[in-house]
């Protein structure tokens, strides 16, 4: 029988600091406003990164190794006993007091190694540490009890839009596909929860889809651009570099149907891959492309989203729904 995963743990600390980059001090209380995060606390705005999370339990055998650290050290908000945040999936609510969290982040890439990287070889925060943005507001105190309820799993489906291109990036081209993905996706009843412009070439796609996959753990994330010819376009390759599995009924279903419009679509070298628990569909660059390609394919993938979120089983296939709708 499985061991079922505890769901309570009881806050230790509360840290904030005025400054980014900086270590964390501890209060007395936090007050957590809806949208923005804890008052006085330089993380704090309108992004997905509001509050910072470690379980004490992950810094307890850490300093049993002899790390020395205290509340606050790893850059963290809130220090909560007896709960294994990183086992948890993005979009578990958390609840404290009046206060409610939303999971949206595992981990993060650690770009400049903190003093206690250097002093120990590792850091856990990048590996344990989870990030939430604040839904209702409210204030914790240390001993206060934190509640987490797991996603519920006909939740609507998360997704992501980047737009690969070089002008688009250097800010020298209004990006409309980006948009034009969004407004569909959206209409279809999916969650948005990023878009991004990105120059072509493989390294920033490949980083940017696994930190969205990984990390942010989104259902389907969306390509547009970088699947022609020219030696610059590198979306394919970016999208195979971090791809665990290939879904390439997808891709070809797009060629097909966009053959029937323009000949020129056989040009095109865009690839559907999957990773974790993540689809990744290349499309073309234009808007006009964008809109006919997600046109083909929308009604089809709600029910492989399901089976890869593990909601559905392949044999019990009913009707195929779209976001989490009918």
């Known amino acids: 029988m499985e061991e079922k995963k505890n769901l309570t743990g009881i806050v230790r600390a509360i840290c904030i600091s005025s400054l980014r980059g900086v270590e ?31 379980s004490y339990d992950k810094i307890k055998a850490f300093n049993e190794r002899g790390a020395k650290v205290e509340d606050g050290d790893f850059g963290e908000n809130l220090v909560v006993e007896g709960l294994d945040f990183s086992g948890l999936p993005v979009g578990t609510q958390l609840y404290a007091g009046e206060a409610v969290l939303e999971m949206t982040q595992i981990g993060k890439e650690c770009h400049s190694h903190c003093a206690i990287y250097h002093r120990m070889g590792e850091c856990i925060m990048p590996r344990e540490g989870v990030f939430a943005q604040v839904l209702r507001e409210g204030w914790i105190r240390p001993g206060d009890e934190l509640r987490a309820e797991l996603p519920a799993p006909n939740r609507p489906f998360t997704a992501a839009v980047i737009t690969v291109s070089d002008k688009g990036a250097r800010g020298e081209r209004v990006d409309e596909s980006g948009p034009a993905a969004k407004d569909m996706l959206e209409a279809a009843g999916y969650r948005v929860v990023e878009s991004l412009v990105l120059p072509d070439g493989q390294e920033p796609l490949s980083s940017q889809l696994i930190r969205l996959a990984d990390g942010r753990q989104v259902d389907l994330v969306v390509t547009s651009g970088g699947t022609g010819f020219s030696p610059r376009d590198q979306t394919p390759e970016a999208t195979m ?20 419009v323009t000949e020129g679509a056989m040009l095109g070298r865009g690839v559907s891959v999957i990773r974790k628990g993540t689809l990744i569909v290349n499309l073309p660059g234009s808007p006009k492309a964008v809109r006919e390609s997600l046109g083909f394919i929308l009604d089809a993938l709600g029910h492989g989203l399901k089976v890869l979120r593990g909601s559905v089983s392949e044999c019990g296939r009913q009707e195929a729904d779209i976001g989490g709708r009918k």
């Open 24 to 54: 964390k001090r501890r209060v007395r209380e936090g007050h957590f406003i809806a949208g923005f995060g804890i008052e006085g606390d330089a993380h704090g705005g309108n992004w997905h990164r509001q509050v910072s999370l470690l």
């Open 241 to 260: 570099a971090v791809a665990e599995r290939v879904a390439p009924g997808i891709a070809e279903f797009i060629r097909m149907k966009s053959v029937e």
